[in-house]
C-alpha cells in the first residue's frame, strides 16, 4: 500500500527552478523554542521543497538568520513573552497568499494571544495546513472549525494531544489507535496523523494507513517538528493530504531506523534525523 503513495513523489525534471517544488511557510517558534521552528523548515528544505520561509517572532528573528541558511525568515508582531501575537494576522495572510502550504505549531508557545490568532489563521486560511504541537493546543475545545476550513486540514498529534482534543484516555487512544483516528478524521473532514509506534494516518474518508517504520530512538525532543516540515513539504509539491502524510510518516521513520543503525537508539536526537534524510529518500527513489 505504501508503494502506491510513494509513486507519487514528483519526478525531477531537467528543466525546473525552485518555483515548481513548493514553496511552505512555517509558522513557529518563541523564545526558548527556536530549535523547533529550525528543524520544521529544514525539514521541508530537505523533502524537496524549492522554497521555505519561517515566521517568527520579530525578536528572534535575528536568531533564526543565523540558525537558517537556505530559508528565509519574516519577524512578526510578538508579544510581551516573545511568541507570536494575535496582531501578525493580517501580514501573516498577506503573506501566504505567495505561499503553496503552511506548517503551523513548532514551539509556537500556548500563550493565549498566540492561541487566538491560531483559530483566527484556521478561519482564514485557504491553504492546506499541517497544524501540530502547540498549534494543536488552540483547538482544545475548538474543534468544529476544522469543519468550516475550505482548504485540507492535517494534524499531527501524539497520543496525549489527541486525548486533549476528544476527551479520552491515553490508554483508550492505545488501544484503539486506527478506529479513533479514522472516526475523527471522518467527522472533521481533515487527514490526522496519530503518532507513535505504529504510526496511523487516517484520510478524511475513514480509511487508515498503519506505518511500520521508526523505532523508540525516535522519542525525543523535536522528531515532531521534522515530520510537520516533512509533510508540509510534500503537500506544497502537489501531492495530496493523505498521501503526503503516508509519505512523510514512511520516510521520517526510514531516516530513524537508517540513523539506528549507524548510531544505536540511546543516543539519537532530531538532527539526526535530518541528517538521514536524504540517504532515506535516495534510497526510496
Known amino acids: 500500500m505504501v508503494k502506491e503513495h510513494l509513486s507519487k513523489i514528483p519526478a525531477r525534471k531537467e528543466d525546473t527552478h525552485k ?20 528543524l520544521a523548515s ?27 541558511t537556505e530559508a528565509m525568515t519574516i519577524a512578526l508582531p510578538e508579544t510581551k513573552d516573545a ?41 482564514k486560511m485557504d491553504k492546506p495546513v499541517v497544524l501540530d504541537a502547540d498549534g494543536l493546543s488552540a483547538l482544545y475545545g475548538n474543534c468544529d472549525i476544522l469543519k468550516k476550513r475550505k482548504a485540507p486540514t492535517i494534524l499531527t498529534p501524539h497520543p496525549g494531544e489527541m486525548s486533549r482534543l476528544i476527551a479520552k484516555e491515553i490508554n483508550v487512544i492505545r488501544r484503539r489507535r486506527e478506529k479513533i483516528a479514522g472516526a475523527f478524521a ?8 496519530l503518532k507513535g509506534s505504529g504510526t496511523v494516518v487516517a484520510a478524511s474518508d475513514g480509511s487508515t494507513y498503519t506505518n511500520r517504520t521508526g523505532n523508540s ?9 521534522v515530520l510537520t516540515g516533512m509533510i508540509a513539504s510534500f503537500v ?26 549507524e548510531k544505536g537508539q540511546f543516543s539519537m536526537v532530531a538532527g539526526d534525523l535530518l541528517g538521514k534524510l536524504p540517504q532515506a529518500i535516495r534510497e526510496t527513489l
Open 19 to 38: 518555483g515548481d517544488f513548493g514553496h511552505v511557510f512555517v509558522l513557529a517558534g518563541s523564545r526558548g523554542m527556536t530549535g523547533a521552528a529550525y
Open 217 to 225: 530512538g525516535m522519542s525525543t525532543a523535536g522528531t515532531g517538528d
Open 236 to 261: 506544497g509539491q502537489g501531492i495530496s493530504p493523505y498521501s503526503a502524510a503516508v509519505i512523510g510518516v514512511y520516510l521520517h521513520g526510514l531516516a530513524g531506523d537508517i540513523a539506528s543503525r
Open 186 to 193: 471522518k467527522k472533521y473532514g481533515v487527514t490526522l496523523v
Open 83 to 123: 511568541s507570536i501575537a494575535r496582531s501578525a494576522e493580517k501580514e501573516i495572510v498577506r503573506f501566504a497568499k505567495k505561499t503553496d502550504v503552511m506548517a503551523m505549531g513548532p514551539g509556537l508557545s500556548t500563550h493565549p494571544d498566540t492561541g487566538k490568532l491560531v483559530l483566527k489563521l484556521l478561519e
Open 42 to 68: 529544514q525539514a521541508a528544505l530537505f523533502s524537496g521543497s524549492g522554497l521555505v520561509t519561517c515566521g517568527v517572532p520579530s525578536s528572534l528573528n535575528p536568531v533564526m538568520e543565523v540558525k537558517l
